[in-house]
């Protein structure tokens, strides 16, 4: 997402969030569930030099892997870094080498990435930096360690589906898949063993009920989303779940909102954003905050959004 303006994001600052669903209590409705993975989904982090942002990652980093029960694994959710998508080469790379360092020193969890729309390199620019090697998804798939913008990877009997959602257009972008890695989701579902359950994860929200309310989306009269805040070809993808039972959850950021929608038996969650309103304060009732996902043999999964001391990160 775009941050708002400062003002107007100031107006919608101040309650706390709600906890999307209750751990425990899913955990006390299925007492013989055994948990074989716990996850900490950190979206939307924007680290920049500025807004000691810098302190916030360490202070979340720090709470998440100081939990009793501590994550197995950490997905960063994309927009690792405020901005790429119209920021030249050098701005860039102070905004990676910040992420990079805190991860390298202060992460020491197994963790995996997705590449948000603020991590791509000069979209915005239009053509000017084509020929630049590190051009669009090359320059984030570097500093995150990816071989490909999509990708999967498996933990404890589940499968993780990882999407790139930024598709480039104009100087601009859509949510939204190419028809090359729509084919290979098609592919990947039908190659997963029926009894595996899946997590597809994507930075931008493949279905969420908050963008509704990401601004005054309603003025004309009608309910307006834009393609760039949730999948513009959700209906294809919600499409190609059908059939594959073994769907379970699909984990997003971007909008820097918090929900969950049921539909057709998967469970899509809006996991808000580590730096709340870009690091200026909650962003309506998104506190600074991730996601806690517990993983079930059982192919259950529940998903709360925990906040973490951001005063901590302040002093
Ligand atoms: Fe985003």
Redesign the pocket.
Known sequence: ?EPMSLSRRELLTGTAGLAAASTAAAALARPTARRVLRVAHLT?IHVQPERNAQAGFEACLAEVQSLRDAPDLILFG??NIMDAFRQEADRTKAQWDIFSRVVRNHCRTPHESVI???DVWAYGFGDKHKSDPRFGKVWPMEVLGLEKPYRTFDRAGWRFIVLDSTFREGTGYKARLDDEQFEWLKGVLKDTPRRMPILVVS??PIMCACAMFDGDNEKSGNWQIPGAWMHIDARRIKDAFRGHPNVKGCLS??IHLIDRVDYNGVSYYCNGAVSAGWWGGYYQECRYGYGLVDLYADGTFTNEYRGYDWKTAKA
């Open positions: 997402m939307d994309g927009d948000g729309n603020h930075h931008m950021g971007h």
